[in-house]
């Protein structure tokens, strides 16, 4: 799976938008890009996942650029709830790769 | 509530014991998974069941033992372990499809059993 980077730590205000970076300049054609976040003494959580369109849900809006070397996950109104660490992840979706390799993530910190 | 429940959620235990970790997920998924999560270090796979199949990290020592019993219940045997295997120890599920079209893969995590070895 591809490499990503993020940076370490983040910090929003409470109401306003979170925009998290991130870079994947060698993903390969098949592998997307999926984000989870890891709120303190919790397991992981899914956030969002997408090969190549913009995508939103419930919780975010994922934006990939077009040449997929970078992606961003915003989420639009940031609550205390949402301080946590992010991480984004590139992986093949079909046959036998299975694994979610993690980094290092980044710290969000919104602040009231 | 993800719909995986982890027990213990804390453990303390010496060198010499025998204990093990248990996870069951209630979502009907067909894939369970450990990840080992030690301080200021990035969440670590240690071991995949899916579509009956085993996959294990080759760098994880003998002292951990997985075991499933069916596609509900996950355990992780642990012996003879060392003050550097404390960490949270976490549990997810996921459905996989065999082949053909692609599958969301999202996993779900557990809550994970803090481990403490003295």
């Known amino acids: 799976d591809a490499k990503t980077t993020q940076p370490t730590s983040m910090d929003c205000a409470e109401g306003r938008a979170a925009n998290l970076p991130c870079n994947h300049s060698t993903i390969s054609g098949n592998e997307y890009v999926y984000w989870y976040r890891q709120i303190h003494s919790q397991g992981p959580q899914y956030i969002i996942h997408g090969l190549k369109n913009n995508e939103t849900n419930e919780m975010a809006s994922l934006i990939i650029t077009e040449d997929r070397k970078s992606s961003t996950l915003i989420l639009p109104h940031a609550t205390l709830r949402d301080t946590a660490v992010y991480y984004c992840i590139v992986r093949v979706v079909s046959g036998s790769a299975r694994q979610l390799t993690f980094g290092s993530g980044t710290q969000l910190t919104v602040l009231p | 509530e993800t719909g995986v429940t982890q027990t213990p959620r804390h453990l303390v235990m010496g060198m010499t014991n025998k204990k093990s970790l248990k996870c069951e997920q209630h979502?009907?998924?067909?894939?369970m998974y450990w990840y080992k999560q030690s301080a200021k270090k990035p969440l670590e796979l240690m071991f995949v069941?899916?579509?009956?199949?085993?996959?294990e990290n080759n760098s994880v020592p003998s002292r951990f033992s997985p075991e499933c019993p069916n596609s509900s219940h996950l355990f992780l045997h642990l012996h003879t372990l060392q003050p550097e295997d404390s960490a949270l120890y976490l549990c997810?599920?996921?459905?996989?499809?065999?082949?053909?079209?692609?599958?969301?893969?999202?996993?779900?995590f557990g809550p994970g059993t803090r481990l403490t070895v003295l």
């Open positions: 069941y899916s579509l009956e199949e085993r996959v």
């Open positions: 979502l009907g998924h067909n894939a």
């Open positions: 997810a599920s996921s459905q996989e499809r065999r082949t053909g079209r692609e599958s969301r893969n999202e996993q779900f």
